[in-house]
C-alpha cells in the first residue's frame, strides 16, 4: 500500500476540484515512484479523444494518442497525463510536432527506459496522418529500433 509519503507529488489526483489548463502547459504533469523498479514491464495509456489546432487554419484536428513506456524510478500520474494532453486544445502545431513533443515531455519528465508516442489522427482533407516517435536508453536501443521499423508496417486500428 503507499503511503501519503509516496503520493507528495500528486496533487491533482483526489484533490475534488479539476482546473483544466487553456494553454500547453507540461508543468502539470506529475510523477510518482515505481514501486517495482527492477521489474521490466509496460504501461500503456490510450487517449481516444486528443485534440490540437492546425497552426495555419486554427482549425481543430482529433487523434488518439497511445503511450507505452518502460518505467525506470518515476511514473507519470494518469489524472496529470489527461491534463496535460488536453492543454493541447488550444495548441497549434503539426501532428508531428505534437507527438514528439509529448515523447520529449515524457522523457524529461521520468527518464524511462522506453517511450514510445503513435498518433492516429483522423482524415481532415482527405488524408490522415500517423506520427510515431519513440526513445530508449542504451539498454533499449535495439527495441527503438525494432519498434521504428514496425511503425512502417503501422495497421490503422493502432496495432503493431
Known amino acids: 500500500m503507499r503511503t501519503s ?6 496533487s491533482l489526483l483526489g484533490s475534488g476540484a479539476t482546473k483544466y489548463p487553456t494553454d500547453y502547459d507540461p508543468s502539470v504533469l506529475e510523477t510518482f515512484d515505481n514501486k517495482h523498479p527492477d ?26 494518442i497511445i503511450i ?19 492543454s493541447f486544445r488550444n495548441h497549434g502545431d503539426f501532428h508531428e510536432d505534437c507527438v514528439n513533443i509529448i515523447m520529449k515531455d515524457l522523457v524529461r519528465l521520468m527518464e524511462p527506459r522506453y517511450l514510445e508516442v503513435l498518433g ?5 482533407g482527405g488524408i490522415s496522418i ?14 527503438r529500433q525494432q519498434r521504428l521499423a514496425a511503425a512502417f508496417d503501422f495497421d490503422p486500428k493502432g496495432h503493431f
Open 120 to 124: 492516429i489522427f483522423t482524415p481532415r
Open 39 to 64: 521489474n521490466r514491464y509496460v504501461v500503456t495509456f490510450n487517449c481516444p479523444e486528443f485534440t490540437s489546432l492546425c497552426p495555419k487554419t486554427g482549425q481543430p484536428d482529433f487523434a488518439r
Open 68 to 86: 507505452r513506456y518502460i518505467p525506470r524510478v518515476k511514473m507519470v500520474e494518469s489524472k496529470s497525463l489527461k491534463l496535460y494532453l488536453f
Open 130 to 143: 500517423h506520427p510515431f516517435a519513440n526513445y530508449a536508453d542504451e539498454e533499449y536501443a535495439s527495441l
Open 5 to 10: 509519503e509516496d503520493l507528495e507529488g500528486c
